[in-house]
């Protein structure tokens, strides 16, 4: 890593939240997204149902919430993107920590790529509810009609149908980028959350009306207490607490850095976490409430119908009910706007981790770093993600970025942060120096032993799984191309980045609160100078 201060620009000042509603709203927006609505119904149905929230929530306050707060603690305390705030948070000898920023910058660059596509299809989707255009074949026209799926190839098929509304989307990002953190990304939450709410509200209000909801209900509440003995069942817990707080991949550590230096961390980031969960349980009894009518329409079981979770609950289950039941047209209207509100604030939050770590790293202005990333990350976007082979590409590329890819993140994090820098308590002091509701030396136990031992688990027991099964009867080339080939993208773009001269070195720079013996922890003096890129 090389410095260049001769050449370095004036420093301008760091953007902000307006206030903590602000902040609040914009990270319960990140947090909300497509894995809220498709992706914990049917994982709380297939661990234990009611039982599930057991582990659930004792995974949340174990798990969730600590690792939650570790991001909030470094992003405010280092003041900056996950690679600037790593690399001060390592000091003079550990500025190699820089690569561990950019490795979750990596990460959020390629989620970046295939959430868009997945917007752009729930935004189709919106429009298509108004005359129910998949007609009485919902699988048939999604897969076959809308996407064109092919073979798993690397495909220039591409499908109009899906190109035009990605580069809508991908314009939309651009835009909410380049006005930058108060002006874009916060006005964008502070319309869109509330509008999420109401819309989702009234469609899980209609649901518990139709015709089986109750059924739906008691597939989905039932305890199944022998459950909790099935130690997968734990880690499936711990799993979806982890993959629905966007955590561990720079995103609450850009937007901790953006707020006051006087700011309480902790009390917000409970609203956070709680908001998130209460609008998966939400998400849970409106999904489910209309699985029951389907299974009523259909003369069969709630645990016999197919395609309860992820792309097949939304694009192919969500149609079929949404054309058999009254009003139908309406629904459809609610949820795919919803599925679109929900991904859109999630989308901008993780192209805000990349945006502002290039704006520090070659003081960009936040409108030149949207419209630079966003113009090479559409492209790769279109090309990947629009073809005939899209949805493969697609589903290969997210199961290694979440499932390797982020809990490697979180792991390193813990280990790195917590054993070898030795900055948990300085970080356990920052919450309690700005906060009210104050953390003690547990939350360093939750942080540096039991989130790695269980994240540590999860990481070999799928990375074993997956090298020894596969993936989705994908062929072996595919999976080496799109799986592991995105988790050495991440290294050596992680690597890369790190090696390239900062225009401005973020190095000059102290902590507040000043922790050292005899400064000002007591008085709240300020011993050091902002710093910030």
């Known amino acids: 890593m090389t410095d260049n201060r001769s050449a370095a620009p004036a420093a301008k000042p760091r953007e902000e939240w307006s206030g903590q509603i602000g902040f609040i709203l914009s990270a319960v927006g990140s947090a909300v997204g497509l894995g809220n609505i498709w992706r914990f119904p049917g994982v709380a149905y297939e ?117 035009i509304p990605l580069a809508v989307v991908w314009l939309a990002a651009i835009i909410v980028l380049g006005f930058g953190v108060a002006r874009g990304l916060q006005r964008v939450n502070v319309v869109f959350l509330p509008l999420l709410v109401v819309a989702f509200a009234i469609l899980v209000v209609r649901s518990l009306f139709l015709d089986g909801a109750a059924d739906g209900l008691n597939a989905l509440f039932t305890p199944d207490w022998a459950a909790l ?48 969960s209460s609008f998966e349980i939400l998400a849970g009894i409106g999904v489910f409430a209309t699985l029951g009518f389907l299974a009523g329409a259909q003369g069969i079981a709630v645990a016999d119908l197919e395609g309860i979770a992820g792309v097949g609950l939304s694009f192919v289950t969500f149609p079929a009910i949404v054309a058999q039941m009254p009003g139908g047209p309406i629904f459809g209207v609610l949820f795919f706007g919803s599925l679109t509100m929900a991904g859109f604030t999630s989308l901008i939050s993780v192209l805000q981790v990349v945006s502002a770590a290039i704006q520090e790293k070659f003081s960009l202005s936040p409108r030149a770093a949207a419209v630079g990333l966003g113009v090479v990350a559409a492209v790769l976007s279109i090309f990947f993600f629009s073809t005939t082979s899209g949805i493969l590409a697609l589903d290969v590329t997210d199961n290694w970025a979440n499932n390797v890819g982020i809990v490697l993140s979180a792991v390193l994090t813990t280990v790195l942060v917590i054993w070898v820098f030795r900055k948990g308590g300085e970080l356990r002091l920052h919450l309690n120096a700005v906060s009210t509701f104050q953390v003690g030396r547990v939350w360093v136990l939750l942080v540096g032993v039991l989130a790695p ?43 890369a980045m790190s090696l390239i001269a900062w225009r401005r070195p973020p190095d000059d720079f102290v902590a507040w609160p000043d922790f050292r013996a005899g400064a000002g922890r007591r008085t709240g003096t300020v011993t050091g100078k902002e710093g910030s890129p």
């Open 453 to 495: 031992i269980v994240l540590g688990y999860m990481l070999i027991a799928r990375v074993v799984t997956l090298l020894v099964e596969g993936y989705g009867g994908m062929p072996p080339w595919y999976l080496l191309v799109f799986g592991w080939g995105t988790i050495a993208f991440l290294v050596v773009a992680a690597i």
């Open 229 to 276: 003995a099935d130690p997968n069942v734990w880690i499936a817990a711990y799993s979806q607490i982890f993959f629905s707080l966007s955590i561990a991949f720079g995103i609450m550590i850009t937007y901790a850095s953006y707020r006051r230096r006087r700011s309480n961390l902790t009390g917000p980031g409970l609203v956070v976490a709680f908001s998130n």
């Open 47 to 163: 661990n234990g149902g009611g039982a599930f929230l057991i582990p659930y929530l004792i995974a949340l306050v174990t798990a969730g919430i600590p690792i939650l707060f570790l991001d909030y603690a470094i992003g405010h305390r280092f003041r900056g993107a996950a690679p600037t705030a790593f690399r001060r948070l390592g000091g003079r000898t550990g500025r190699w920590l820089e690569s561990l920023g950019w490795f979750q910058v990596a990460i959020a660059f390629v989620i970046g790529l295939y959430y868009t596509a997945v917007i752009a299809w729930a935004l189709s989707y919106f429009v298509f509810s108004f005359d129910l255009r998949w007609g009485d074949d919902p699988a048939g026209f999604f897969f076959g009609d809308y996407l064109q799926t092919g073979d798993p190839v690397i495909s220039l098929d591409f499908v109009p149908g899906v190109l």
